[in-house]
């Protein structure tokens, strides 16, 4: 390889730098004021890049008219973004984080069926862009004019920005408000427009950063939660809040990324190593590595105040199980057992995916509850339990290999990605974990050879003793009870009390020699087992597995569980996960748009109950007394 | 007189280029009750977080026993034999009292039994059901030193004992603190701003000015000292 074309590869990278940058400052500029981390702002991004689209050819050909539809589109987003902040986030600033971030992602779910039924599913290719279609010639390699372009953005909002925030007087009240919101308050700073000022310019440095990207990419219905995750893993190594710091990570990936490409296929020690195919895994290791030496990012700072508003629920009494659980436990799962004899094939189906459900969502209830540790990327270890059993039985494993191995990798993975979650907490935590959960399915979906790619892998049949649906429904039946027995008893025990502890107070905790870190990393690995264990089972029930089994969406299927079933109740997440598949399922069947039922759903259960629906209850309890 | 159960020498510590604390020394001895005092940014809290291992000092050393502690986790000294009380009261909201003091013997590896004994000790027996998030701020403060004695401390610090706390269960927690000081021969170290309660309690008051300890002795001399009525006594 030349130097010229390793340079080019260098600006490659820059120019991907540049639009990711102008995503990851919005979001970590609305973060900073606001503390809301905003899933929807891919959302946003996706809009900017549609409206483009269609903008585009309403105005015409001309470079007047394409740059007037970019600006147009990036304003039209900022309205919408208004038009979010005003109905929705208004109403969520005083509510747990954890909550904000579950709402935001019920927008997301919207707004993808919305432009399903705007757009289509097909991708739409954008534009050649008038005067900038062509290339410019460096040392005799072609690059792209459009690339120059947006190689000068990025540097150009970092300096628009810098000005704003540091020469204006709205730069100032944005910095008073994310120093101090009381205070600022106190001081007359009419905080309600300005939140609403700064979410829109907030959206619309994503919608502008989305309608530059069109002609580079086309648009399409997956774009929101790919460059959401990609905004995530750079507003968090650059320090969540800081915009020099995103544009220094954004840099700092696109970098690494261009040089694994630039590098193609090396031999190390006779053995050829395909560099292109690891920027992804160059993107984790940047990260790890950064976080591993700065927590909070490069140019973040620690949280003063605890990082998250507790749920209410965390502070609750935890009144341990008793005999009259355990009966009830025993009555459900006689009830359960006898259910195939009484229901058709269809409700037996039904409901081993609710106990598969349950088992996952009360992985993450163990996590979430006594934990204190919200996920937004448990999907991982789920799926990184279907992949190892799947994996197994196409290496000639028998079942019940495979259905041991499936908690044994995901206790491994949630080992790795753990020591780096549990040196954070709330919201940064939710972030990293889901950033994590993003890599681990661009792997299953990127790595055919093995993983079998986008289409995943096929014919995963449970041994022949099990084969009927009765006798499979009847092990998974058996497996999840035991799980969970196990899984209340590890809560209800010495371990669990010292989690909760760790979680109530860490600095009591410490100071009776308990190790905090070591606490919430064991209970992070354990859950990632269970996570996994409830993967390998649904490997075995639905015969394949594809890269949706790990996929964001199916984490917060797993916290819409946890949140609906309530955070402290034992049989929480059977109720929640029986609600929300009977739901889902019952959606999909009337509608394609069954998504926007969930996103509706969530918006519900978060807007009526803004401190979670055992928080509700236990609301009420504390009244009716 | 015998070896000192905590001996701080010569510690510094500065955040951001302020020098909260310069080359502060100091000894506590088995069975007694020391104050540390100064005004407001003195210092004190950052001697506290040194010596529980919450902040490694940039010079100096910590020894308890004559054994070196300096710069190790909070968990580690705990489990050495150093127990803790906070300004504000730390406690698990989520347990019933009891719950707090088990989960505390048990990770110092003591017997869980015990609860109910230490409870009485602290005169908190009456509580040991309630939840804790619920509990009125004096009795929290009381949960809080059953637990900071619950691994059988050999020092034992507590910061701020009686802030916050009526005038009438003033004196609680340091009576309580003068009977672990005599029957078991623990060493106590303590800040407070109510006078009344440091001449009242204390064998020995160390001052603290700007980082540096500008006084050490009996309470009658330190009333005495010109220099303490100055920076501290309102001079």
Redesign the interface.
Known sequence: MTLASFGIQLLNGLASASSLFLVAAGLTLIFGVTRVVNFAHGSLYMLGAYLAWTLGHEFGPGAAAHWASVAAAALVVAALGVALEVLVLKRLYDAPEMLQLTATFGIVLIVRDVALAAWGAEDLLGPRVPMLAGTIDLAGHPFPQYDVLLIVAGPLVLGALTWLVTRTRFGVLVRAAAENRTLAAALGVNQRLLYTAVFALGALLAGLAGALQLPREPANLTMDLSVIAEAFVVTVVGGLGSIPGAFIAALVIGLVKALCIALGTVDIGGIPVAFPRLTLVAEFVVMAAVLALKPHGLLGRAPVAPPTTPLPE?????VPAGRREAWLAAALFAALALLPLAADDYAAILTMDILIAALFAASLQFLMGPGGMTSFGHAAYFGVGAYAAALAVKHGASMGVAIALAPAAAFVAAVVFGWFCVRLAGVYLAMLTLAFAQIVWSIAYQWNSVTGGSNGLVGIWPAEWLATRQRYYLFTLAIVALAAFVLVRIAGG?FG??L??A???P??????????RRTQWTAFALAGAFAGLAGGLFAFSKGSISPESLAIPRSVDALVIVLLGGLNSLFGPLLGAGAFTWLQDAAARVTEYWRSVVGVLILAIVMVFPQGIGGALAWRRRRSR | MSAPVLSVKGIAKAFDGIQAVAGVSFDVHAGELVALIGPNGAGKTTCFNVVNGQLTPDAGTVALDDAPITGLPSRAIARRGVGRTFQVAATFASMTVRENVVVALSALGRDPAAADALLARVGAAELASAHTATLAYGDAKRVELALAIAGQPRLLLMDEPTAGMSARDRSTPMRLARELADDDRIAVLFTEHDMDVVFGFADRVIVLDRGEVIAQGAPDAIRADPRVQEVYLGG
């Open positions: 965390q502070r609750a009494l935890i010495r009390y010292a909760r502890g979680r109530d107070s600095l009591r905790a410490e100071a009776i020699g308990l190790d905090v």
